[in-house]
């Protein structure tokens, strides 16, 4: 194939259609006409040799071909941007949307300060905070546009994302302070009442089950949320004990609550902050990725 017969500007038409999936939403999107954006369609289509967009119920879908398009299409734009390499834009001028996943566990701690900051030193920058539901689910977010920065515990993150270490969490047990198991707690005592478990996408068992199954132990879950905002509720108001982190009972200030150490050996945690590696150059990106760090940090 000849790229020289390839109009770029076609490739950045191509994005927003696979993105809006809406002919009339992509030409307000990239500032073309209508007409002119059907025609862009039928050049992708001709130069692909796959229709890309079908009429299906409800809208128009995208074939398989276009679904596997979509992200090495933006990391192409992404990169012939930073190959032109324009010029810094002065924070204060940005007006950008960030999307940023994160549990409610930082974000609860920081998202006022994040907003404060972000006033004084870029305040067009907006930040969207989106729920967490796993590490495999932030990835794919960032693989396919949907979110810029993902606050999350990572492992074996291939080499197109950047992913650092924020801080090591541990856990630490917590009950209401009148609590039966509360005197003279033990291992006995810990496995007698039933337990909370936090997770955003709802499962039951977790590490530490498989753990006290290979030491021949079991617990009773009693009740499964997704947040630990409703953690300290639940303890207030009933015998269930909660093994949470650390930073989970600062921020809630642990009023009430009777804290104390796991009895068996529990291993903690890192919590990362990743990106996609088309996003290095993005200066909003980066400042509020900094900002994060920083405040979560700091907690």
Not at 101 to 106: G, N
Not at 237 to 261: N, T
Not at 280 to 291: E, G, M, P
């Amino acid at each position: 194939m000849n790229l020289r017969s390839i109009d770029l500007n076609l490739l950045v038409v191509l994005d927003a259609l696979l993105d809006e999936r809406h002919v009339t939403r992509a030409a307000v999107r990239v500032g073309l006409s209508q007409p002119a954006t059907s025609s862009a369609l039928e050049r992708c289509r001709h130069l692909f040799h796959d229709q890309l967009l079908e009429r299906g119920a409800g809208g128009m879908r995208l074939t398989p071909r276009a679904e596997s398009l979509r992200e090495p299409l933006k990391t192409l734009l992404a990169g012939t941007l930073s190959l032109i390499d324009p010029p810094a834009i002065d924070l204060s001028e940005i007006e950008q949307t960030v999307r940023v996943i994160m549990a409610d566990t930082p974000s609860f701690g920081i998202v006022s300060q994040i907003y404060a900051q972000l006033m004084r030193t870029a305040p067009g920058i907006r930040v969207v905070i989106q729920p967490w539901h796993g590490a495999d689910a932030a990835l794919e977010a960032l693989a396919k546009g949907h979110a810029d920065l993902a606050v999350s515990v990572f492992s074996g993150i291939d080499e197109n994302f950047h992913c650092h270490e924020i801080l090591f969490e541990t856990y630490a047990l917590a009950m209401r302070r009148d609590h039966p198991a509360a005197k003279g707690f033990d291992l006995e005592q810990w496995l007698a009442y039933p337990h909370v478990v936090v997770s955003g996408r709802g499962e039951v068992r977790t590490p530490l089950d498989d753990a006290l199954g290979r030491m021949g132990l079991a617990r009773r879950v009693g009740i499964v949320v997704p947040n630990f905002l409703m953690v300290r509720p639940l303890l207030l108001a009933s015998d269930l004990i909660a093994m949470v982190p650390r930073r989970a009972l600062s921020m809630e200030g642990g009023h009430g609550l009777a804290v104390f150490e796991p009895p068996i050996p529990v291993t903690g945690f890192p919590l990362n902050m990743a990106w996609h590696i088309r996003r290095d150059q993005d200066q909003a990106v980066r400042h509020v990725a900094d900002l994060v760090e920083a405040l979560v940090k700091a907690l």
